[in-house]
């Protein structure tokens, strides 16, 4: 892939505290930092623009809570056309933990996840979206 270089100007402070964190983060140089930064840019306007993107939706909930159960089911075979895949994991005796990855368009993905998000008895929802290009 080309490279472009290009220079950019900031507050000496605002610099300072950048160089502080990307190295606490482990970064090893200012480019690569930036340009996780610049990706994530793309990635959330892309997003924004209802383009073509991949995401995870990660769930945790209590499985004695049939109805959710349930619910949870039902949602994920109404929007089986950008589910991928899916994997159940039991946290505990209590706990469940699920995660979906979809792939499609980033209105339809934000629809299946508000309704995973705010279905009752749903104890944290998460939601990680990645750029195709």
Known sequence: MPVVRFGVSLPKDIANQFDTIIK???????????????????????????????????ILYDHHEKTTVNNLLDIQHDFHDIIISSQHIHLDHDNCFEVIIVKGES????????????????KQTNLTIADLE
């Open 107 to 122: 209105i339809k993905i934000n629809e299946l996840y508000k309704k995973l998000k705010f279905l009752k008895n749903i």
């Open 24 to 58: 606490q983060e482990g970064y090893e140089n200012r480019s690569k930092a930036i340009y996780d930064l610049i990706k994530d840019f793309i990635t959330k306007k892309k997003w924004e623009a209802g383009k073509q993107i991949a995401g995870i939706i990660s």
